[in-house]
């Protein structure tokens, strides 16, 4: 092969590197910017945000209706909230730092017995923003089954 065709085959591979790295960028800043696909708030069920980072950029930008899975240790179980449908509550902390309040909906779903200060938990829900750090629920399934399920899991067990 003859320098010039290899100059020629090195700059189409050059230029197709850089189109994927185009791309790429493309898809990432779809995905973080504010009103891109991993945080669209109006169908809850569409994009799951997973994590402390995206948790935290919800608290940070005031989202609601942000179906999110994560893990955390509660730091304290509350009483169940008993008006209307019953909710067993407890405080995650992740280890970002930031809390979420956890209502599980034990009308539902199974209460997790036993559940004390430092057990970890791992969570899928619904996000809602409120100023100290955040709610999570629906994490449980849908009998209805027109809303994305949840679950919570504690000691090996899956609770949905």
Known sequence: MD????????????VGVVLVLVATVAVLAALLIPGGQLFQTQSPTSAVSSG?????SAFERQLSDVQVTGEGVVTRTLSDDTEGDR??????????????????????????????????????????????????HWTHHDPDGDHQGGWLRHEGVTYQ
């Open 3 to 14: 320098t010039t065709a290899q100059g020629r085959r090195v700059l189409v591979m050059a």
């Open 87 to 136: 909710h067993q509550r407890f405080v995650l902390m992740l280890a970002s730092g930031q809390t979420l309040l956890v209502a599980h909906n034990i009308d539902i779903a199974p209460r997790i017995e036993g559940l004390q200060a430092g057990d970890p938990v791992a969570f899928s829900g619904v996000y809602e923003y409120n100023d100290q750090g955040g709610l999570v």
């Open 52 to 56: 402390d980072a995206a948790i935290a």
